[in-house]
């Protein structure tokens, strides 16, 4: 997973060093190749952190191109310069479905260039005047840390940063390695926070034993690796055992081979992305690991006892979706 943040003139340093340790405790969980953050600044240039600490862009800043999250962070005045840079990096990651967040004053350049229109968002009080742009369209205000809808992800900032990237964690690979990140950054408090924005906690009678690290690795690694699975013999290679040690290892724990583990994460996640978002059944399949929509829906209805579409057609919805299922529209 890569995520990118863009840094407006008086971004809470706080901000960047959560996401900054997030993506260091996913790699310590899954691996060096598990995330990627790259930094790029509103201007390109160094920019000043509201403690006044100057932080510049990264080398490989043209990398946002890539990025499955894009985050904009800044202070109160963020959006009172938005230079084509910024815009043209916005439109770029909306085009190819990556999830935009706004950190805090972040939300407020996303509103300006109309990001959260019909969308529910976490917006902090804005200066006045907002800047050269006109008001926003029908935004559903929550009063939450932080809201996570569809490829939306707006949050108040501070510790509330670390909930929502926890949560996005989640729905963008598997709960078991977003449980993971936080265990490695000894912030499990922040998961019942998650929990508003969908994410579940381990479920009874297969929540990893706390004894048993390498099978919690394991999960990591499989979570990691949704889109694009590992085989069992490279995961039992990142975790030093042998695929026979592997398999009787998590079949003493788990109760399943790590085959029927990684399947039962890659269709967790598929879950989350038919609940809570409108992505065709056809993209949700590829990005869950199936070969094909067919085989996808197979092994859903094995699990769930009934097929994406069914589940789509029951799930509760914002509001925005609500109307978008009844009317046929498809929102970002």
Do not use: N
């Not at 990096?89 to 999830?99: E, S, Y």
């Not at 269709?267 to 990005?287: F, K, N, Q, Y």
């Amino acid at each position: 997973m890569q995520i990118a943040m863009i840094l407006c003139e008086a971004f809470p340093m706080l901000d960047h060093a959560l996401t900054a340790a997030l993506v260091r405790s996913v790699r310590r969980a899954a691996g060096d190749g598990a995330a990627v953050l790259v930094t790029d600044t509103v201007t390109g240039a160094p920019v000043l952190s509201a403690d006044g600490v100057a932080v510049a862009p990264d080398a490989e800043a043209a990398a946002l191109a890539s990025a499955d999250l894009l985050l904009i962070a800044g202070g109160p005045d963020a959006a009172l310069y938005m230079p084509m840079r910024l815009r043209d990096a916005l439109r770029l990651a909306a085009a190819r479905g990556a999830t935009l967040g706004g950190l805090g004053h972040g939300a407020h350049v996303l509103s300006a260039l109309g990001y959260l229109d019909g969308h529910r968002a976490v917006l902090p009080p804005a200066p006045e005047p907002l800047g050269p742009f006109p008001p926003p369209r029908p935004i559903t205000h929550e009063d939450a840390d932080f809201v996570h809808d569809g490829a939306r992800l707006t949050c108040r900032g501070g510790l509330a940063t670390g909930a929502a990237l926890l949560d996005w964690v989640a729905g963008r690979s598997a709960p078991a390695l977003a449980h993971a990140a936080a265990r490695g950054l000894h912030a499990e408090g922040l998961l019942p926070a998650c929990e508003r924005g969908a994410l579940p906690a381990p479920e009874d009678g297969v929540a990893t034993p706390p004894g048993d690290p390498l099978i919690a690795r394991m999960k990591a690694i499989m979570g990691a690796h949704i889109a694009e699975p590992l085989s069992l013999t490279e995961i039992a290679r990142l975790l030093g055992l042998s695929p026979k040690q592997l398999r009787s290892r998590c079949q003493r724990i788990e109760g399943a081979s790590p085959a029927r583990v990684y399947v039962a994460l890659r269709l967790d996640h598929a879950r989350l992305l038919v609940e809570r978002t409108m992505r065709p059944i056809a993209d949700i399949a590829g990005a869950a690991g199936f070969e094909s929509p067919s085989s996808f829906t197979r092994s859903f209805r094995e699990q769930y006892a009934l097929s994406p579409r069914d589940l789509r057609a029951g799930a509760l919805f914002g509001p925005a979706r609500a109307q978008a299922a009844e009317t046929g529209a498809q929102p970002a």
